[in-house]
């Protein structure tokens, strides 16, 4: 009786072991976000993380943007100038849900260096700067974007962008001026989270079959002996 009871156990261990392997595993959610400097102040609405369907291990900001401009550049000598220098700057910030901190805070520059200008007036069209970043949020303000018990599920973010800005320095006689500018960009939040999962009643009724059958299998070989 003793070695049944050994096995029995053993045997509703393992079930334990392989349900307990059925449970739970790691998942990713992502919100996307597209903006652009036609827009100064988006007041973005985002889910929160739903507490019901898994436990919340991280929250991180994905972020890409990219500033085109376009300029002219007057040179006001005879002969073509070097070491030209235009650019643009274009700044976003990203702020937090209420009461939380600034989480990205990122300059793009589109900016043409060493540039000759040849000529009274040259077009420099198309000058492109990209900035990637990410930002983990700290694991004490987690609380801030989940909804216990599947409560209030939205949130509010506010991304803040300054359009592109003339920054650019050249030689004595030469003078350059930002036409137009544009900045576009995605805002992705990630959820890193462990999914739990309640096995379906078949699969609960599978492991315990099996449990019974290998008792079964025991007491038959005992009975035999």
Known sequence: MIRTKSILGSILALVGVTAAGLTAHADDLVQTFNFNDATPTYNVT?????????????VTYEFDATNVSNFSVFNLNPSPATGVDIKSVAHVDVFG?????????????AEAANYTANGFLSQVTGVTGNTTDTASVALGDLSAYQAPGGGPLAGQLVINITPGTYQGTTPPGVF?????????????????FTRVVTPEPGTWALL???????????????RSA
């Open 97 to 109: 849900p209420i009461g939380l901190s600034q989480y990205l805070s990122e300059d793009i520059t």
């Open 46 to 58: 985002f889910n929160l993380f739903n507490s019901n369907i898994g436990v919340l291990n991280s």
């Open 176 to 192: 350059g001026n930002l036409d137009s500018t544009s900045t576009t960009g995605t805002l992705k939040i990630h959820y890193n």
């Open 208 to 222: 315990a079959a099996s449990s019974v059958m290998g008792v079964a299998g025991i007491r038959r070989r005992r």
